[in-house]
């Protein structure tokens, strides 16, 4: 079966930086979308952070902070978080979309990210 793992969630210190990672177990090539979002209690999903063919895309609170990565040959995409904040803290989830036939959507279980002194 398909699937994402994410790693590198945990506690940190308003101000400081952690690195995400998504493990893919099926490869993944360049034309497929790869994002991460994340969902804080009591809100709604939202994006953080895409890449694609197109570019890198950002929410705006992202930008400026994070950085998605990806490396197509080991099938992984990170997310680079830097000066973090308490707003930040959230369950962040990495997905991998196919958009051209055939039609393919995965997400990973999420990574619990808390921010806090």
């Known amino acids: 079966q398909e699937h994402l793992v994410e790693s590198g969630g945990g506690l940190v210190q308003p101000g400081g930086s952690l690195r995400l990672s998504c493990q893919a177990s099926?490869?993944?090539?360049?034309?497929?979308?790869m994002s991460w979002y994340r969902q804080a209690p009591g809100k709604e999903r939202e994006l953080v952070a895409e890449t694609s063919l197109s570019g890198d895309r950002y929410a705006d609170s992202a930008k400026g902070r994070f950085t998605i990565s990806r490396d197509n040959a080991k099938n992984t995409v990170d997310l680079q978080m830097n000066k973090v904040t308490p707003e930040d803290t959230a369950v962040y989830y990495c997905?991998?979309?196919?958009?051209?036939?055939?039609?393919?959507?995965?997400w990973g279980r999420g990574t619990q990210v808390t921010v806090s002194s």
């Open positions: 997905r991998a979309e196919r958009r051209t036939f055939p039609l393919t959507d995965l």
């Open positions: 099926r490869t993944i090539t360049y034309i497929w979308f």
